[in-house]
């Protein structure tokens, strides 16, 4: 199957880590997301120790964790010895209250807000990696009041382009995040952050984008970075002593997609990094990724019911199920490729061409179309498969549909990550 953690019982049920998914959509209903716990553990000690062989030991990996924010995930990242990206006030709430020693953070984000930045500093934020000098100013001053010197790294636009979709590219100079280095607007940002008293510029950072096969944009932008840290220190005296390169490795959604060899980019990348170094004599920086998909897309799928097909003679088929753009709201923005299949007959012939709609008054509420399943019948268990990335993070209550439940499975046992919400919970807030 797509992933080695997906299997197929006796009965023709799929599996994901050995559990039969139509029997635990049966016992906690559906919408139901399910997520294989050694996977998470298997993806973060990959990046772990491909990067302390290849970039040296004080390097880490930040998960990214507007991937999946919960409890949950930030305790695994504490068990795992990693540190987290975060990006709002709501994201630090959650790791602080999973017990996530936030020293190991980055704080992101385009418009951090005053509170936001009075909030990271509070709870002791290790790095705010600033995207503008408005923003610097706001830390600067926040951190004087507090009398404490803020850490801080300067997010630029490398000005690379990876060819992945145009809504999660993130590296080029036109873009509304960081700040770019063609342009000399970097530098004099460099300029500017050294004369601030509250901050200490301990490197930089880049992202050039989401869901990326291809490893020469990742090297060409490391290269990239490391001259440019090497032109400052002839330009500036000004030497980084972090190099975070943000997060992007592609995830199989597909088959017609590679499964890629983590280990073997970080490697390549590693290379790039280490001749530019040699060839400038800077120091070479600790360097920090963040990875999000990578980490949790393959280790979850998401369990529907189906409700009704309808055929349109001379058009196409719809399938209906109880979750979709709720849930997942991927497929409606940027037409995500996804891996579907007929949980519960796994064995029956896949003839079926039909269009996964989901639930919503919406037309553009589909998870994917034109798929080939078994025809199914109402009470059909389909699963949606690869979702642990971006679905329940970016879920809504549109049309005021609770939230799905998410299960963890370990050694063989469910377990429950996030309650499913209630009807009670959609009001909770409505006076
Ligand atoms: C700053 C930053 N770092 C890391 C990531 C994670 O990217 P991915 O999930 O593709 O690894 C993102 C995603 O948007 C990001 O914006």
Excluded: W
Aim: include cysteine; charged fraction near 25%.
């Amino acid at each position: 199957m797509l992933h080695e953690n997906l299997t197929v019982n006796a009965l023709g049920h799929l599996c994901i880590a050995g559990a039969d998914t139509v029997e635990l959509a049966r016992q906690y209903g559906t919408p139901l997301m399910v997520m294989d716990e050694e996977r998470i553990r298997r993806n973060f000690r990959i990046y772990k120790n491909a990067m302390s062989k290849h970039f040296g030991e004080g390097s880490f990996p930040a998960f990214a964790s507007k991937a999946f924010s919960c409890k949950y995930i930030y305790k695994i990242a504490k068990e795992e010895n990693v540190g987290i990206d975060i990006v709002s006030s709501g994201e630090l709430y959650t790791a602080l209250k999973a017990g996530f020693d936030v020293s190991k953070s980055f704080f992101h984000g385009n418009n951090k807000t005053d509170f936001d930045i009075e909030y990271g500093i509070s709870n002791g934020v290790g790095h705010f990696v600033v995207d503008n000098m408005t923003e610097l100013d706001s830390i600067n001053e926040i951190a004087g009041k507090k009398g404490i010197i803020q850490p801080v790294l300067l997010r630029l636009t490398p000005g690379i382009d990876p060819h992945t979709h145009a809504a999660i590219t993130t590296g080029q100079v036109d873009s509304k995040f960081g700040i770019a280095i063609e342009t000399g607007q970097a530098t004099e940002a460099v300029k500017y952050t050294l004369t601030r008293k509250n901050v200490r510029l301990d490197g930089f950072h880049c992202h050039i984008g989401s869901q990326i096969f291809d490893i020469k944009p990742f090297c060409d932008a490391a290269r990239l970075m490391i001259k440019y840290i090497s032109s400052l220190k002839v330009e500036l005296g000004y030497e980084a002593s972090i190099l975070n390169l943000g997060g992007g490795f592609g995830v199989k959604y597909i088959e017609a997609q590679p499964e890629l060899d983590y280990a073997e980019f970080i490697r390549l990348v590693s290379q790039f990094i280490d001749n530019e170094v040699s060839v400038s004599g800077i120091k070479k920086p600790t360097i920090v990724m963040e990875p999000g998909r990578s980490i949790v897309a393959d280790s979850c799928l998401t369990l529907y019911t189906v409700g009704g097909t309808k055929q349109i003679p001379g058009f196409k088929n719809y399938t209906s199920v109880d979750g979709g753009m709720p849930d997942n709201p991927r497929y409606a923005l940027y037409q995500s490729d996804y891996t579907v299949c007929l949980a519960s007959r796994m064995n029956d012939e896949c003839d079926f061409e039909c269009t996964i709609a989901g639930r919503c008054c919406e037309s553009g509420d589909l998870l994917q179309e034109n798929v080939l399943i078994p025809k199914p019948q109402r009470g059909d268990i389909l699963a949606v498969l690869v979702t642990g990335a971006y679905n329940y993070s970016m879920a809504s209550n549109y049309n005021r549909i609770p939230r799905p439940e998410v299960l963890g499975i370990k050694d063989g046992k469910e377990f429950e990550i996030i309650k499913r919400e209630s009807f009670a919970d959609l009001i909770k807030n409505d006076l």
